[in-house]
T-cell receptor
Framework: GAGVSQTPSNKVTEKGKYVELRCDPI?????LYWYRQSLGQGPEFLIY????????DSGLPNDRFFAVRPEGSVSTLKIQRTERGDSAVYLC????????????FGPGTRLTVL | SQQGEEDPQALSIQEGENATMNCSYK?????LQWYRQNSGRGLVHLIL?????REKHSGRLRVTLDTSKKSSSLLITASRAADTASYFC??????????????FGKGTLLTVNP
């Protein structure tokens, strides 16, 4: 079956602009996660959705970052007033439910802020 | 913050040799997982070992877990050039109800020379 997909695969934007990154989880997976990976580092947790609600957004770095999952499937990560330090690969993962399950990752979106 | 620390940071071996990577972590866990990442993009889940397990095998992979030392090792036997990738360990916290939140190390870059 289809895995987690993310679009776009690459996004180049200018400082101060707004961007949206999309994640399509594996069908039927109720849990969805966003991570951010800077160069030379491991992924860092941003936010976790169980169904439509954000169960834990403690990893979002500041209020310029926001994520939604209105119908409990596709999720969008939104970044306002982008800064050069936001440049990273944004990874989405899903799992059948939250808790002790393997998380299946998408290919990521590489965001570059000029 | 990074919970796990892999070592070595980089490992270069010849095809056919075995590769061993280590991971240390700081807090009590439910599970420890190993992931592979090619070219800085999506992570592929390799193996999950639960805190009450000591060793697990999957094909050419062997994972050990020593909870008393808060450490794990990943052994890849009879390595192939296609095994060239970054390898990450990821842990989930056993307390605080946040066992969905994976914390990754910085990874080990494995290069297998043909």
């Amino acid at each position: 079956g289809a895995g987690v997909s993310q679009t776009p695969s690459n996004k180049v934007t200018e400082k101060g602009k707004y961007v949206e990154l999309r994640c399509d989880p594996i069908s039927g997976h109720t849990a969805l996660y966003w991570y951010r990976q800077s160069l030379g580092q491991g992924p860092e947790f941003l936010i976790y959705f169980q169904g439509t609600g954000a169960a834990d957004d403690s990893g979002l770095p500041n209020d310029r970052f926001f994520a939604v999952r209105p119908e409990g499937s596709v999720s969008t990560l939104k970044i306002q007033r982008t800064e050069r330090g936001d440049s990273a690969v944004y990874l989405c993962a899903s799992s059948p439910s939250g808790g002790l399950h393997t998380q299946y990752f998408g290919p990521g979106t590489r965001l570059t802020v000029l | 913050s990074q919970q796990g620390e892999e070592d070595p940071q980089a490992l270069s071996i010849q095809e056919g040799e075995n590769a061993t990577m280590n991971c240390s972590y700081k807090t009590s866990i439910n599970n420890l997982q190993w992931y592979r990442q090619n070219s800085g993009r999506g992570l592929v889940h390799l193996i999950l070992i639960r805190s009450n397990e000591r060793e697990k095998h999957s094909g050419r992979l062997r994972v050990t877990l020593d909870t008393s030392k808060k450490s794990s090792s990943l052994l890849i036997t009879a390595s192939r050039a296609a095994d060239t990738a970054s390898y990450f360990c990821a842990t989930d916290a056993s307390s605080g109800g946040s066992n969905y939140k994976l914390t990754f190390g910085k990874g080990t870059l494995l290069t297998v020379n043909p």
